[in-house]
């Protein structure tokens, strides 16, 4: 059910100073979704997930993260919710072929509550549909040797996105988006 891609979005970001890149392990990364629809959850994911990731740890702010996942494989387990996410009330996934996520910005978190992880937030800016609206991302990050694992949640509003229409009434307002990588070091 998770075996995916990679994660939330795709980012540009012209760096010749970042210090690692990331060859992210589509097998073991996936990024998942619960929101709740007519009272019930609706848990799913997306098939269809990639990640350009460029980041020193140690030296974050010179770094960056693209991201995206493809709309069009989502998956519910529910047919019709299925057709009613991707449709054109939906992600409108024949227009709107990915959704994107593109750092401006990577810092070490003051604190970190997660034992033998860093904590750090991207920020960037979130597009989905066409739209794009400033969103912080925070995440930890475990590194085994040239192995790192990086785990965020996140939480969207969807008609920040204009995603559903006044009979989407009793479809949750927010998602809560799980993103999980795991990435090998390049160089």
């Known amino acids: 059910m998770k075996r995916l891609a990679t994660t939330a979005a795709v980012c540009a970001l012209a760096a010749p100073a970042w210090a690692s890149d990331w060859r992210v392990d589509q097998a073991d990364s996936s990024v ?12 799913g994911y997306f098939e269809n997930i990639g990640a350009e990731i460029d980041l020193d740890p140690d030296n974050p702010g010179i770094g960056g993260i693209s991201a995206y996942v493809e709309p069009g494989t989502v998956f519910t387990g529910t047919p019709e919710a299925d057709t009613a996410l991707t449709g054109p009330d939906g992600f409108a996934a024949q227009s709107f072929f990915r959704a994107t996520f593109n750092s401006t910005d990577i810092r070490e978190a003051e604190s970190c509550v997660v034992s033998g992880a860093r904590c750090f ?13 400033p969103l912080e991302v925070p995440f930890t990050l475990v590194e085994e040797g040239d192995r790192a694992i990086a785990d965020a949640t996140i939480v969207v509003r969807r008609s920040d996105y204009g995603i559903g229409t006044i009979e989407w009434g009793l479809a949750g307002r927010m998602t809560t988006v799980n993103i999980h990588i795991e990435a090998d070091r390049v160089n």
């Open 32 to 43: 998942t979704f619960e929101t709740q629809a007519f009272g019930s959850p609706v848990n």
């Open 121 to 133: 937030v991207a920020t960037g800016i979130l597009n989905i549909r066409g739209g794009g609206r």
